[in-house]
Protein backbone atom coordinates (compact mmCIF):
# COMPACT_ATOMS: atom_id res chain seq x y z
CA UNK A 1 0.00 0.00 0.00
CA UNK A 2 1.87 3.73 -0.96
CA UNK A 3 0.05 7.21 -0.05
CA UNK A 4 0.12 9.63 -3.00
CA UNK A 5 -1.42 13.68 -2.97
CA UNK A 6 -4.86 13.30 -4.62
CA UNK A 7 -4.78 16.33 -6.36
CA UNK A 8 -1.89 15.56 -8.11
CA UNK A 9 -3.16 11.75 -8.84
CA UNK A 10 -6.18 13.35 -10.37
CA UNK A 11 -4.21 15.70 -12.19
CA UNK A 12 -1.96 13.02 -13.77
CA UNK A 13 -4.97 10.32 -14.37
CA UNK A 14 -6.43 13.23 -16.43
CA UNK A 15 -3.80 13.84 -18.72
CA UNK A 16 -3.11 10.57 -18.98
CA UNK A 17 -6.74 9.69 -19.95
CA UNK A 18 -6.87 12.27 -22.66
CA UNK A 19 -3.57 11.14 -24.08
CA UNK A 20 -4.33 10.44 -27.69
CA UNK A 21 -2.27 10.65 -31.11
CA UNK A 22 -5.53 11.35 -33.50
CA UNK A 23 -3.53 14.83 -34.32
CA UNK A 24 -6.70 16.69 -34.82
CA UNK A 25 -7.54 19.93 -33.53
CA UNK A 26 -10.30 20.69 -31.31
CA UNK A 27 -12.58 22.11 -34.14
CA UNK A 28 -11.49 19.40 -36.64
CA UNK A 29 -12.45 16.42 -33.48
CA UNK A 30 -15.60 18.28 -33.07
CA UNK A 31 -16.90 18.96 -36.32
CA UNK A 32 -15.58 16.31 -38.59
CA UNK A 33 -15.09 12.86 -36.62
CA UNK A 34 -18.36 10.67 -35.37
CA UNK A 35 -15.94 8.41 -33.72
CA UNK A 36 -17.41 6.09 -30.71
CA UNK A 37 -16.29 7.40 -27.46
CA UNK A 38 -15.14 4.28 -25.32
CA UNK A 39 -13.80 5.25 -21.40
CA UNK A 40 -10.30 6.08 -20.88
CA UNK A 41 -7.98 3.33 -19.42
CA UNK A 42 -4.52 4.13 -18.25
CA UNK A 43 -2.30 1.91 -16.69
CA UNK A 44 -0.62 2.30 -13.03
CA UNK A 45 3.32 0.99 -12.42
CA UNK A 46 4.55 1.12 -8.50
CA UNK A 47 8.31 0.27 -9.38
CA UNK A 48 10.10 1.04 -6.44
CA UNK A 49 9.41 4.24 -4.38
CA UNK A 50 8.05 6.03 -7.78
CA UNK A 51 4.07 5.67 -8.96
CA UNK A 52 3.68 5.99 -12.55
CA UNK A 53 0.83 7.03 -14.66
CA UNK A 54 0.75 5.52 -17.99
CA UNK A 55 -1.39 6.01 -21.48
CA UNK A 56 -0.58 4.44 -24.61
CA UNK A 57 -2.67 5.09 -28.46
CA UNK A 58 -1.74 3.87 -31.66
CA UNK A 59 0.72 6.30 -31.95
CA UNK A 60 2.54 6.84 -29.13
CA UNK A 61 3.02 6.39 -25.16
CA UNK A 62 2.60 8.29 -22.01
CA UNK A 63 4.23 7.65 -18.32
CA UNK A 64 3.91 10.54 -15.29
CA UNK A 65 5.83 10.20 -12.38
CA UNK A 66 3.40 10.42 -9.29
CA UNK A 67 5.97 11.16 -5.87
CA UNK A 68 4.89 9.03 -2.97
CA UNK A 69 3.69 11.17 0.23
CA UNK A 70 7.44 11.92 2.12
CA UNK A 71 5.85 10.84 5.42
CA UNK A 72 5.02 7.29 4.03
CA UNK A 73 7.91 6.08 2.62
CA UNK A 74 9.32 3.06 2.87
CA UNK A 75 13.15 1.59 4.39
CA UNK A 76 12.02 -1.61 1.76
CA UNK A 77 10.05 -0.80 -1.07
CA UNK A 78 6.40 -1.68 -1.16
CA UNK A 79 5.39 -4.32 -3.38
CA UNK A 80 5.67 -3.27 -6.97
CA UNK A 81 2.32 -3.97 -9.04
CA UNK A 82 0.91 -2.92 -12.52
CA UNK A 83 -2.43 -2.79 -13.53
CA UNK A 84 -5.13 -1.64 -16.05
CA UNK A 85 -7.96 0.45 -14.71
CA UNK A 86 -10.95 2.95 -16.29
CA UNK A 87 -9.73 6.80 -15.58
CA UNK A 88 -12.88 8.27 -15.15
CA UNK A 89 -13.69 6.33 -11.86
CA UNK A 90 -10.58 7.19 -10.33
CA UNK A 91 -10.72 10.83 -11.47
CA UNK A 92 -14.19 11.25 -9.80
CA UNK A 93 -12.83 9.59 -6.92
CA UNK A 94 -9.94 11.68 -5.74
CA UNK A 95 -12.08 15.02 -7.30
CA UNK A 96 -13.07 16.36 -4.10
CA UNK A 97 -10.48 14.87 -1.65
CA UNK A 98 -8.06 17.52 -1.12
CA UNK A 99 -5.37 15.54 1.12
CA UNK A 100 -4.02 12.19 0.20
CA UNK A 101 -5.57 8.97 -0.93
CA UNK A 102 -4.05 5.51 -0.32
CA UNK A 103 -3.46 2.57 -3.40
CA UNK A 104 -3.48 -0.87 -2.93
CA UNK A 105 -3.06 -3.25 -5.59
CA UNK A 106 -5.27 -6.61 -5.95
CA UNK A 107 -6.28 -9.57 -7.64
CA UNK A 108 -8.82 -8.35 -9.56
CA UNK A 109 -9.38 -4.60 -8.29
CA UNK A 110 -7.04 -1.60 -7.35
CA UNK A 111 -8.33 -0.17 -3.87
CA UNK A 112 -8.48 3.60 -3.24
CA UNK A 113 -9.21 5.06 0.12
CA UNK A 114 -9.42 7.37 2.66
CA UNK A 115 -9.61 7.03 6.40
CA UNK A 116 -13.24 7.63 5.78
CA UNK A 117 -14.25 4.95 2.82
CA UNK A 118 -12.75 2.96 -0.03
CA UNK A 119 -13.68 2.44 -3.87
CA UNK A 120 -12.92 -0.65 -5.39
CA UNK A 121 -11.67 0.40 -9.08
CA UNK A 122 -12.32 -3.12 -11.11
CA UNK A 123 -8.68 -4.30 -13.22
CA UNK A 124 -8.75 -3.85 -17.19
CA UNK A 125 -7.14 -6.75 -18.87
CA UNK A 126 -3.70 -5.80 -19.85
CA UNK A 127 -3.08 -4.32 -23.12
CA UNK A 128 0.20 -5.11 -25.48
CA UNK A 129 2.86 -3.17 -25.68
CA UNK A 130 3.47 -1.31 -29.26
CA UNK A 131 6.93 -1.82 -30.43
CA UNK A 132 8.52 1.69 -30.65
CA UNK A 133 12.06 2.57 -32.74
CA UNK A 134 15.24 3.09 -31.21
CA UNK A 135 15.06 7.09 -32.47
CA UNK A 136 19.00 9.34 -32.18
CA UNK A 137 19.09 11.60 -29.33
CA UNK A 138 18.96 15.20 -31.15
CA UNK A 139 18.96 17.48 -28.08
CA UNK A 140 18.96 17.97 -24.10
CA UNK A 141 17.24 20.89 -21.58
CA UNK A 142 16.18 22.37 -18.49
CA UNK A 143 13.06 20.43 -17.87
CA UNK A 144 11.58 24.09 -16.64
CA UNK A 145 12.97 25.98 -19.22
CA UNK A 146 11.42 24.05 -21.88
CA UNK A 147 8.20 24.15 -19.78
CA UNK A 148 8.31 27.86 -19.60
CA UNK A 149 8.60 28.28 -22.97
CA UNK A 150 5.66 26.45 -24.38
CA UNK A 151 3.25 27.68 -21.69
CA UNK A 152 4.27 30.94 -22.93
CA UNK A 153 2.60 30.21 -26.48
CA UNK A 154 0.48 27.51 -26.02
CA UNK A 155 -2.60 30.02 -25.85
CA UNK A 156 -2.51 30.98 -29.24
CA UNK A 157 -2.43 27.53 -30.84
CA UNK A 158 -5.32 27.53 -33.72
CA UNK A 159 -7.85 25.03 -32.22
CA UNK A 160 -11.49 25.42 -32.02
CA UNK A 161 -11.76 28.97 -33.57
CA UNK A 162 -14.01 30.60 -35.81
CA UNK A 163 -12.46 30.33 -39.15
CA UNK A 164 -10.87 27.04 -39.63
CA UNK A 165 -9.98 27.69 -42.93
CA UNK A 166 -7.57 30.53 -41.91
CA UNK A 167 -6.44 28.20 -39.37
CA UNK A 168 -5.00 25.22 -40.67
CA UNK A 169 -2.01 26.07 -41.29
CA UNK A 170 -1.17 27.07 -37.53
CA UNK A 171 -2.35 24.00 -36.15
CA UNK A 172 0.59 22.46 -33.60
CA UNK A 173 3.07 24.01 -32.03
CA UNK A 174 6.51 24.66 -33.58
CA UNK A 175 9.86 23.84 -32.02
CA UNK A 176 12.64 25.06 -34.22
CA UNK A 177 16.18 25.19 -32.58
CA UNK A 178 19.61 26.23 -34.91
CA UNK A 179 22.15 24.11 -32.13
CA UNK A 180 22.26 26.90 -29.60
CA UNK A 181 18.51 28.31 -29.41
CA UNK A 182 15.53 27.00 -29.71
CA UNK A 183 12.17 28.77 -30.32
CA UNK A 184 8.54 27.51 -29.29
CA UNK A 185 6.28 28.82 -31.96
CA UNK A 186 2.31 29.08 -32.15
CA UNK A 187 -0.08 30.60 -33.78
CA UNK A 188 -3.71 31.62 -35.51
CA UNK A 189 -5.71 33.89 -37.62
CA UNK A 190 -4.56 37.13 -35.85
CA UNK A 191 -1.02 36.42 -34.67
CA UNK A 192 2.05 34.14 -33.95
CA UNK A 193 4.20 33.77 -30.30
CA UNK A 194 7.28 33.19 -29.80
CA UNK A 195 9.55 32.54 -27.21
CA UNK A 196 13.26 31.26 -26.91
CA UNK A 197 15.30 29.61 -24.78
CA UNK A 198 19.05 27.87 -24.59
CA UNK A 199 18.97 23.81 -25.96
CA UNK A 200 22.57 21.84 -26.09
CA UNK A 201 22.13 19.59 -29.19
CA UNK A 202 21.37 19.82 -32.83
CA UNK A 203 19.09 21.69 -35.46
CA UNK A 204 16.00 20.84 -34.74
CA UNK A 205 12.44 21.57 -36.35
CA UNK A 206 9.45 19.38 -34.72
CA UNK A 207 5.84 20.19 -34.95
CA UNK A 208 3.87 18.77 -31.94
CA UNK A 209 0.34 17.45 -32.68
CA UNK A 210 -2.40 19.52 -29.98
CA UNK A 211 -3.57 15.98 -28.76
CA UNK A 212 -0.36 15.14 -27.24
CA UNK A 213 0.62 18.58 -25.87
CA UNK A 214 -0.32 18.10 -21.94
CA UNK A 215 0.78 14.83 -21.93
CA UNK A 216 4.70 16.67 -22.92
CA UNK A 217 3.88 19.06 -20.11
CA UNK A 218 3.19 16.59 -17.60
CA UNK A 219 6.36 15.35 -17.74
CA UNK A 220 8.36 18.45 -18.04
CA UNK A 221 6.79 19.69 -15.23
CA UNK A 222 7.31 16.33 -12.55
CA UNK A 223 11.12 16.67 -13.94
CA UNK A 224 11.68 19.97 -12.68
CA UNK A 225 14.83 21.64 -13.18
CA UNK A 226 16.51 18.13 -13.87
CA UNK A 227 18.09 17.76 -17.95
CA UNK A 228 15.40 15.82 -19.85
CA UNK A 229 16.66 14.60 -23.59
CA UNK A 230 15.00 14.68 -26.52
CA UNK A 231 14.80 12.27 -29.10
CA UNK A 232 13.74 11.58 -32.83
CA UNK A 233 14.01 10.68 -36.35
CA UNK A 234 15.75 12.39 -38.62
CA UNK A 235 12.70 13.18 -40.98
CA UNK A 236 10.76 14.86 -37.80
CA UNK A 237 8.42 12.67 -37.25
CA UNK A 238 8.53 11.00 -34.43
CA UNK A 239 9.69 12.39 -30.77
CA UNK A 240 10.47 10.96 -27.48
CA UNK A 241 11.35 13.09 -24.38
CA UNK A 242 12.42 11.54 -21.71
CA UNK A 243 13.59 12.53 -18.19
CA UNK A 244 14.80 10.94 -14.55
CA UNK A 245 11.61 8.75 -14.75
CA UNK A 246 8.52 9.47 -16.80
CA UNK A 247 8.74 9.89 -20.82
CA UNK A 248 6.61 10.85 -23.39
CA UNK A 249 6.26 9.36 -27.27
CA UNK A 250 4.46 10.56 -30.20
CA UNK A 251 3.83 10.83 -33.87
CA UNK A 252 4.52 14.79 -34.78
CA UNK A 253 2.94 16.65 -37.62
CA UNK A 254 4.42 17.85 -40.85
CA UNK A 255 6.66 20.24 -39.88
CA UNK A 256 6.69 21.79 -43.54
CA UNK A 257 2.65 22.91 -43.23
CA UNK A 258 4.00 24.90 -40.54
CA UNK A 259 4.22 28.56 -41.86
CA UNK A 260 7.37 30.43 -42.31
CA UNK A 261 6.74 32.44 -39.48
CA UNK A 262 9.83 34.47 -39.88
CA UNK A 263 8.82 36.06 -42.81
CA UNK A 264 5.55 38.31 -41.68
CA UNK A 265 8.34 39.75 -38.61
CA UNK A 266 8.67 43.07 -39.64
CA UNK A 267 11.98 44.68 -39.98
CA UNK A 268 12.95 48.14 -39.06
CA UNK A 269 10.71 50.30 -36.61
CA UNK A 270 9.78 53.76 -37.11
CA UNK A 271 6.93 53.14 -34.47
CA UNK A 272 7.86 52.06 -31.14
CA UNK A 273 5.97 52.58 -27.45
CA UNK A 274 7.32 51.44 -24.15
CA UNK A 275 4.32 50.86 -21.84
CA UNK A 276 3.27 48.74 -18.67
CA UNK A 277 1.79 46.18 -19.50
CA UNK A 278 -0.56 46.30 -16.80
CA UNK A 279 -1.64 50.08 -17.87
CA UNK A 280 -2.58 48.74 -21.74
CA UNK A 281 -4.86 45.91 -20.25
CA UNK A 282 -6.65 48.37 -18.39
CA UNK A 283 -7.14 50.87 -20.97
CA UNK A 284 -8.28 48.27 -23.32
CA UNK A 285 -10.94 47.15 -20.42
CA UNK A 286 -12.20 50.46 -20.48
CA UNK A 287 -13.01 50.61 -24.25
CA UNK A 288 -14.37 46.96 -24.45
CA UNK A 289 -18.15 47.47 -24.10
CA UNK A 290 -18.11 49.94 -27.10
CA UNK A 291 -16.54 47.50 -29.49
CA UNK A 292 -17.85 46.54 -32.32
CA UNK A 293 -19.30 43.73 -33.29
CA UNK A 294 -18.28 43.50 -36.59
CA UNK A 295 -14.52 43.00 -36.60
CA UNK A 296 -13.55 43.47 -33.10
CA UNK A 297 -11.52 46.17 -34.16
CA UNK A 298 -9.03 48.56 -31.68
CA UNK A 299 -6.91 52.05 -32.57
CA UNK A 300 -4.23 52.89 -31.54
CA UNK A 301 -2.59 56.50 -32.17
CA UNK A 302 0.86 56.32 -31.18
CA UNK A 303 1.55 60.21 -30.53
CA UNK A 304 4.45 61.77 -28.46
CA UNK A 305 4.61 61.16 -25.05
CA UNK A 306 1.31 59.10 -24.88
CA UNK A 307 -0.43 56.13 -26.40
CA UNK A 308 -4.14 56.80 -27.35
CA UNK A 309 -6.47 53.62 -27.81
CA UNK A 310 -10.32 54.06 -29.24
CA UNK A 311 -13.16 51.56 -30.61
CA UNK A 312 -16.67 52.69 -31.71
CA UNK A 313 -19.68 50.96 -32.90
CA UNK A 314 -23.09 52.69 -33.37
CA UNK A 315 -23.90 53.61 -29.95
CA UNK A 316 -20.72 56.07 -29.93
CA UNK A 317 -16.93 55.64 -29.43
CA UNK A 318 -14.95 55.18 -26.38
CA UNK A 319 -11.49 56.16 -26.26
CA UNK A 320 -8.19 56.38 -23.37
CA UNK A 321 -4.60 57.51 -23.22
CA UNK A 322 -1.88 55.54 -21.44
CA UNK A 323 1.80 57.59 -20.55
CA UNK A 324 4.21 56.01 -22.50
CA UNK A 325 7.66 56.73 -24.17
CA UNK A 326 7.51 56.76 -27.68
CA UNK A 327 9.09 57.04 -31.29
CA UNK A 328 7.10 58.39 -34.17
CA UNK A 329 3.56 58.84 -34.65
CA UNK A 330 0.69 57.02 -36.52
CA UNK A 331 -2.56 55.18 -36.20
CA UNK A 332 -2.63 51.60 -36.36
CA UNK A 333 -5.94 49.08 -35.93
CA UNK A 334 -5.78 45.82 -34.34
CA UNK A 335 -8.21 43.09 -33.26
CA UNK A 336 -8.91 43.45 -29.30
CA UNK A 337 -8.87 40.17 -28.43
CA UNK A 338 -5.65 39.05 -29.93
CA UNK A 339 -3.99 42.28 -28.58
CA UNK A 340 -5.25 42.11 -25.08
CA UNK A 341 -3.62 38.33 -25.44
CA UNK A 342 -0.50 39.61 -26.92
CA UNK A 343 -0.38 41.76 -23.61
CA UNK A 344 -0.82 38.96 -21.08
CA UNK A 345 1.95 39.62 -19.14
CA UNK A 346 3.87 41.76 -16.64
CA UNK A 347 6.19 44.35 -16.02
CA UNK A 348 7.31 46.71 -19.31
CA UNK A 349 6.16 46.08 -23.10
CA UNK A 350 7.83 47.36 -26.19
CA UNK A 351 5.63 47.48 -29.12
CA UNK A 352 7.69 48.42 -32.26
CA UNK A 353 6.32 48.33 -35.84
CA UNK A 354 7.52 48.78 -39.27
CA UNK A 355 6.11 51.42 -41.27
CA UNK A 356 7.43 50.15 -44.97
CA UNK A 357 6.52 46.61 -44.39
CA UNK A 358 4.05 45.39 -47.42
CA UNK A 359 2.28 43.44 -44.51
CA UNK A 360 2.35 45.12 -41.49
CA UNK A 361 2.95 43.69 -37.95
CA UNK A 362 3.36 45.02 -34.40
CA UNK A 363 5.70 43.37 -32.28
CA UNK A 364 5.00 42.86 -28.63
CA UNK A 365 8.37 42.57 -26.29
CA UNK A 366 7.61 41.66 -22.56
CA UNK A 367 9.06 38.19 -21.37
CA UNK A 368 8.16 36.50 -24.97
CA UNK A 369 7.64 37.87 -28.33
CA UNK A 370 4.14 38.06 -29.72
CA UNK A 371 3.92 39.37 -33.33
CA UNK A 372 0.43 40.78 -33.91
CA UNK A 373 -0.59 41.21 -37.55
CA UNK A 374 -2.16 44.46 -38.56
CA UNK A 375 -6.03 44.27 -39.41
CA UNK A 376 -5.86 47.76 -41.59
CA UNK A 377 -2.88 49.27 -42.72
CA UNK A 378 -1.83 52.42 -40.71
CA UNK A 379 -2.58 55.81 -42.22
CA UNK A 380 -1.44 58.99 -40.97
CA UNK A 381 -2.21 60.12 -37.44
Same mark, same amino acid.
Given at each position: ??????????????????????????????????????????????????????????????????????????????????????????????????????????????????????????????????????????????????????????????????????????????????????????????????????????????????????????????? $?? @???????????? +? %? =? /? &?????????????????????????????????????????????????? $?? @???????????? +? %? =? /? &????????????????????????????????????????????????????????????????????????
Amino acid at each position: MITVNAKVLRLAAVTAGQFKSEQLTGHEQSKTTSRKKTPAVIRLTLNGQTLLIRARSTGGELSIPVSIVQGTLLAADPPPFDVWTEAALLINYCHKISGTVTLDAKTSVLVVGTGQNTLELPLQPAQEDLPWEALEPRASFRASTLLDCILHVRHLRATGEANPSMLSAWRGLLLDGNGTALRAVAGNAYSVAICGCAYTGEPLRLLLPPGELNGLLAVLASE $GD @AQVQLFSDAAGS +R %L =E /L &RGTQGHVRMNLMDHLAFPQYAKIIPKGHALSVRVEAEDIRKALGQIKPLL $GT @ARNEVQLHVKEG +R %L =E /L &RCQNEYGTAKTEVDAETTGEGLIVFNHTQLTRACSVKGPLTLSMSTTSSQPALIVKGAYVVVVAVIKPQVAA
